[in-house]
């Protein structure tokens, strides 16, 4: 009876189990290894959604760097637009899909656009971009 109150008056800070049997399970293990599977899964799946925006941005500021400030028309805009996807080749949007709309100090291009990556089974991920630029007259 003198050991087993020697057992319950141990402090509360002492470790419970061994030394030797300390640290996480195998099946903790494979819940996380899944976890970050996941993760990374869905960057792979996503990388190529953004590295295609990154292009289309690219190509809505090469035009703006083009024609800003030097009285463009609306089809020089629209023929370095469809030059600049065939260059990047762009995919998910084409150069018809990119508004070029007339303001009062000049064109506004509008690439607004949603891309829908596959990820696992019924589940994908939808991502909607949009990228604006003023070229002014």
């Given at each position: 009876m003198h050991r087993r109150a020697q057992r319950q008056l141990r402090p509360a800070t002492s470790p419970r189990w061994p030394a030797g049997q300390r640290g996480m399970t195998t099946l903790g293990f494979i819940i996380l290894a899944v976890f970050v599977g996941l993760f990374a899964f869905a960057a792979i799946r996503l990388?190529?959604?953004?590295l295609n925006y990154l292009k289309v941005a690219g190509v809505v500021s090469g035009v703006k760097q083009e024609f800003d400030g030097q009285n463009p028309s609306l089809v020089a805009?629209?023929?370095s637009i469809e030059r600049r996807?065939?260059?990047?080749?762009?995919?998910e949007i084409s150069a018809r899909d990119i508004k070029v709309t007339a303001q009062s100090a000049g064109y506004e291009i509008d690439a607004t656009y949603d891309h829908t990556a596959p990820f696992i089974?019924?589940?994908?991920?939808?991502v909607h971009f949009s990228k604006k630029e003023l070229v002014r007259r």
């Open positions: 990388t190529p959604v953004y805009i629209r023929r996807f065939d260059i990047e080749s762009v995919s089974a019924n589940v994908s991920f939808t």
